[in-house]
């Protein structure tokens, strides 16, 4: 089968850097394929009972700098492909911003990790792979 319009998340993790190197050999092979890699980030937010907190300014600064670091070395690697690749950064739930992405992209595929940096684990898939499996309208490749 192939696929002309191919959305990555990319979050720097092993599974992901394997996702990414995968998208990319797609698309070399097929010169009508168009990629987008996407970096999802989300600030902290934290709920004590009733409360609501935000995480500091130097955290939301640090990870803002991670989230851009990421967004670097992914355009790094996709550059041999020139104007048929794209590098996006989005903030938000990463499951339904990549889910999102991927409808607004009008992709054909949708490559993920299947875990990536979050600390949070499930018994197959990591949360976010597993949210983009079950939601995404088109085949979802999940690389280990």
Do not use: W
């Amino acid at each position: 089968m192939v696929f002309n319009r191919i959305l990555v998340a990319y979050d720097g993790s092993e599974p992901s850097k394997k996702a990414l190197r995968h998208a990319i050999s797609l698309a070399e092979n097929n010169a009508e394929a168009k990629l987008r890699v996407v970096h999802v980030f989300q600030f902290p937010q934290y709920f004590i009972g009733t409360a609501y907190a935000t995480a500091t300014v130097e955290t939301n600064e640090e990870l803002y700098q991670y989230a851009e670091q990421t967004q670097n070395d992914a355009e790094q690697q996709v550059a041999l492909l020139g104007d048929r690749a794209e590098v996006k950064l989005l903030q938000g739930p990463p499951g339904q911003s990549i889910v999102a992405e991927a409808e607004e992209f009008g992709c054909d595929l949708v490559v993920i990790g299947s875990r990536g940096l979050s600390g949070f684990k499930e018994f197959v898939l990591g949360s976010v792979s597993h949210h983009v499996v079950q939601h995404a309208k088109v085949p979802v490749l999940v690389m280990k």
